[in-house]
Structure formats: C-alpha cells, structure tokens
C-alpha cells in the first residue's frame, strides 16, 4: 500500500481497503515490536529526555501540530517515536506504579473498544457492554460477598472519581435533600479516614463543598493500619466541635505501605454510630480473587460502598475501576434527550443516570475479555504470584547488608525500605544522618531513570524520610528481576 499518501485515502474513502488494511498491518507490526521488546529484559525500561529535550524535538519527532496533513508513514513514525520515548510500563523491572503490566488480551480488549467508539450511557448505542458491566459488577458483588439484591455501581475513571462517588452517595444516605437544596441545609458534616489513607477522600471533601479540614485523618499503627479506638475518639471530638459524623472510609491496601485497615472492627464502630463504611479497595481489592490472601479485606462484605480498582492488583490496561454501592437515585436526572422513558426496551438498562459523568468510556470490556482468558482462578495465581514476590524482596533485604527494610512483613506486595550508602553506615541515627539519607533514594531514582535499567518509587511519610517502595502488580516481574533490582541500587548507590 502507498503509505505516502496521507489518511484522507483509508476508510471511508472509496476503495480504501487495502490502504487501510495495510496501515493496520503496519500499526500492528509496531505494538507487537513493542510489546515484544517490553518483555525483554536486555530492553530498556525508559528512554528518558528531560521535558525541555522533548519539546525541542528529536530526530523525527516532533510535538509541532501541523497545519496540512502528513503521510501515513510519517503518522507510523509518530506512532513508533511515541513508543520509543514512553516508559514501557509493561517491562519486569518497572515496579513504579500500583497499575504495570501488559495484558495483550487486555491489550486487544481496548484495541476492540476503540474500534467499537461508544458510550457507556445507553443500552441503545451500547447493548453488549452494557450487559457486560452488570455482569462484572454483580460478579465482584458475589466476591465482596454482597447479596444479589444490594449492588449496583458503575466503571468510572479511578479511584480518586470512586471514592468521590461514595462520600457523594452517603451524604445523599443522610440528607436526600442535598440533590436539589445543596449544603446549605445540611450541618457541618464529618468525615473519617486513616492518616495513611489516600488523600482522594480530602480532595473529594473539598470538591463536594464538605472541605478538607473536616477530615478527620485517624491515627494508624506502626504497619499502616488505622487504629479502631482512635477513630472512635475522633468521632466523639468531632461531635464535641458540634460536627455531624456520617462518613468513614476504611483502607484495604494503603498506597505506600500496602497495609489492611481492621474492617470488622471499623464496621462495629459505623454500626454503632450510625455511619456510611465505604471501603477504598482500590488497590487491595485484587486480593480478593487470591483463596490465600483473601482473609486479609475480612468485613469488606459490611461496606456500604467499595472502590476496586481492577487496573492495579488485576492488571488490566488503564483505566478500570468500579465504585460498588447504590448510585441511581442519588445521580439522577433523566435528561429526556438521552434517557427517554418510552424507548422500545427496558430503560433500566440506561444506566448513564447512575453516573456524574455524561459520557462514558468503555472500560468494562477489556477486563471481561481477560477474566474469560484467565478465569478467577488465573487472577488468583497472578495476585499470588506477585505476593510472592514481594516475600522474595522483604526476605532478600533481610539478608543484604546495607540495606534496612522496615520492620514489619509486607500484607500486600509493598516493600518499603531504606537503602544505606556506604559513607552513611557507620552514622548513629539522627537528625543529620536523616537528612542526608533523605537525599539517597531521589538521587538513586534519578540515576535508574537516566540509565533506564529499572523504576521504582519513593516519597517521605509521616516522620520518615525518603524510602524506597517497590511495588508488585505486573505479572511478568521474576526474582531474577529483584535480584537485579537490588543489585542495580548498590551499584548505583555508591557511586
Ligand atoms: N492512587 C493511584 C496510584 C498511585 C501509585 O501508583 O502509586
């Protein structure tokens, strides 16, 4: 096909078959090239060019709009750069992110998705997936252990939207009268949540008109867990300052340490005061599919609502994750344009109302596709799999000199560490040796991006400076891999 010609000639264009097939073809030979050199270990993670660097331009690549159309080749030359100067967030030695892999069913799933372009808010333009989302949220009901009468939800774009659902559908719980009267008729609400917990629950107090220093942030233990007493005395405080208390949002896989919060005891405090649990399981909720660690989210079956993220623990290709919990009534408000009550089928399958969201992308498919592929049982071992893995790290570091791993073991695939250069080693602990160890992992992270050979995170936390998390969600990450993971950071520690 003549690939010198630009895209005005591929479908729908009269006769472009053939130009369109061989384009596909060409666009498909790219992602395969990439998604195979993505499993090599000899392949660079990252390509990494500073913001500047890639602005300027490089090579044939150019971020320039132009004002007439380019070639087809160009446009696969933009694809192939495009690629080249990503992060391969699917190589066995990215351990950044709480969502990594490369799922090629997962892969296909969105490739059809995009093919099919449409939206989730009607069951007229989108039957099938629709269908398909009931059948996966029903599904994730039974494993949260929800009966089949008290579900519902919906896909929506991540956690963060998720978990802003939930505070949105207790307030509305409490106070229906908040759809159409708004906050001014409400008291002064409370909210609850660990200090560990991800900050989604103060940005969606702020964005729901509740603001942010009505969060009450609940102590944790050593390990990351909220503390039950002390989220029952936040509760009293909060009543004392003539706060209403309605909302409190138990962790189930905290982002930096991984950590459980204690939900049957959080349950028995809701219940006592009468408050909305939601579970924010958007990165633990991926244990639920694993016989060996489910008993880690014991009382998750208690939760008025649940976040669950399947594009972490499960991973599946951005973005996928559900919000478990009753929507409709609170969401609501049958614009006639689009939700018509006399349509030709059963309108309760126009589940767009349910959403904040007018338009909804298709984010169901892709993870149908994949639990046909793998069954539970595949997620299972793929969650196991990645545990594993992290015993692996937590056990290596035990026995690394050099390197001092927190003191307690990992319940989800977190590992958090400090790595300790060797002009560091014979410091006592304190204020000095805190604030040049400080410095230690952003220094070491630079030099892994800047070489490409491997990524992972690090960040402060309460009083500790600066460590290392690695976390486990990709699936195609082996020991070999940890092993090279702590063999990189000492050769680049201490240079
Ligand atoms: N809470 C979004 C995920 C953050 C992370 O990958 O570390």
Known sequence: PKLTTDAYDLLPAPGGEELTRGFLQEVVDILLGYISKSSQRSSKVLDFHHPHQLKEGLECFSLDLPDQPETLEQILVDCRDTLKYGV???HPRFLNQLSSGLDVVGVAGEWLTSTANTNMF????????????????????????????????????????????????ARYHFYPEVKTRG?????????????????SVKKSAAVLGMGSENVFMVKCDESGKMIPA???????????????????????????????????????????????????????????????HKMKLQGIERACSVTWNPHKMMGVPLQCSAILGLLQECNDFGAEYLFQTDKNYDVSYDTGDKSIQCGRHVDVFKLWLMWKAKGSEGFGSQVNKCLENAEYLYDQLLVVTGNLSFDHTPEHSNVCFWYIPPSLRGQPPGPDRDARL??????????????????????????????????????????????????????????
């Open 88 to 90: 391969r967030t699917g």
């Open 122 to 169: 009607t069951y007229e333009v989108s039957p099938v997936f629709v269908l398909m989302e009931e059948c996966l949220l029903k599904k994730m009901q039974s494993i949260l252990g929800w009966s089949d009468d008290v579900g519902d939800g919906i896909f929506c774009p991540g956690g963060t939207i998720s978990n802003l659902y939930s505070i949105l559908v």
């Open 183 to 199: 906050m001014g008729v409400l008291p002064q609400l409370a909210l609850f949540t660990s200090e560990q917990s991800h900050y």
């Open 230 to 292: 002390e989220l029952e005395s936040s509760i009293v405080t909060a009543k004392e300052k003539a706060l209403v208390p309605f909302y409190v949002n138990a962790t189930a896989g905290t982002t930096v340490y991984g950590a459980f919060d204690p939900l049957n005891a959080i349950a028995d405090i809701c219940q006592r005061y009468t408050l909305w649990m939601h579970v924010d399981a958007a990165w633990g909720g991926g244990l639920l599919m694993s016989d060996r």
């Open 438 to 495: 400080h410095q230690v992992a952003p220094r070491i992270k630079g030099r892994m991006m800047e070489k490409g050979s491997v990524m992972i995170g690090y960040q402060p936390l309460g009083d500790k400076v600066n460590f290392f998390r690695c976390v486990f969600s990709n699936p195609a990450t082996q020991q070999e891999d940890i092993d090279f993971l702590l063999d990189e950071i000492t050769r680049l520690g201490d240079i």
